[in-house]
């Protein structure tokens, strides 16, 4: 079992227990999934095969290519033609990913100041940030020359609380710390 799901299990749970007020233990909040996805500027099939490439190194999962739902002139982007790729995690992969993010990617980090905790950022269920230095994942520092000039990471991390009050506890209590302005 993965420490970061035993801690929540064993810890964080009880916390929330003693915090707020629950009725029934399926109430408690938890991360249901995060959601990895790369958006492409350039629509080609040159410039979306690295991102795909990435993802898959990153998760070891299949990745899914984000078709165009709609046609753009100004874009020059075609109903139906790849525009970005996604994966979805759950359940022990969540845990897994969280784990390689707060203790190998985000501490080794450059130049990274945080995300501030506004309304862009947060709302009652969800956290969404991106990262754009993707070469200190070591799955991808390997072959450096292919990911260089990969478009920002953006992740969301999407829960089943109630309230913001709820979700900036659980995330807190996850030990994001990595959040700027963050106030309970």
């Known amino acids: 079992m993965n420490i970061l799901k035993l801690y929540y299990e064993k810890i964080i749970k009880y916390d929330l227990i003693n915090k707020f007020l629950y009725n029934n233990v399926k109430e408690l909040p938890r991360i249901k999934k995060i959601v990895l996805n790369f958006g492409c500027k ?3 099939l040159k410039n979306l095969a690295p991102s795909l490439l990435a993802l898959e190194l990153i998760t070891n999962k299949k990745i899914r290519v984000t078709k165009a739902k709609k046609a753009n002139i100004l874009l020059k982007i075609r109903k139906g033609h790849p ?3 996604s994966v979805l995690l759950r359940n022990n992969n969540v845990y897994k990913f969280l784990d390689k993010l707060l203790i190998e990617i985000i501490p080794n980090l450059k130049d990274f100041k945080g995300i501030n905790s506004n309304k862009k950022n947060f709302d009652k269920t969800n956290i969404s940030f991106t990262l754009k230095e993707l070469i200190t ?5 390997i072959y450096f020359y292919l990911f260089n ?3 920002p990471l953006n992740i969301t991390i999407v829960t089943n609380t109630k309230t913001r009050k709820e979700l900036l506890y659980l995330i807190n209590s996850l030990k994001f710390y990595f959040i700027k302005n963050l106030q309970l």
């Open 42 to 44: 350039n629509f080609e």
């Open 83 to 85: 525009v970005g790729c």
């Open 137 to 141: 994942f070591k799955e991808l520092e």
């Open 149 to 151: 000039k990969l478009p």
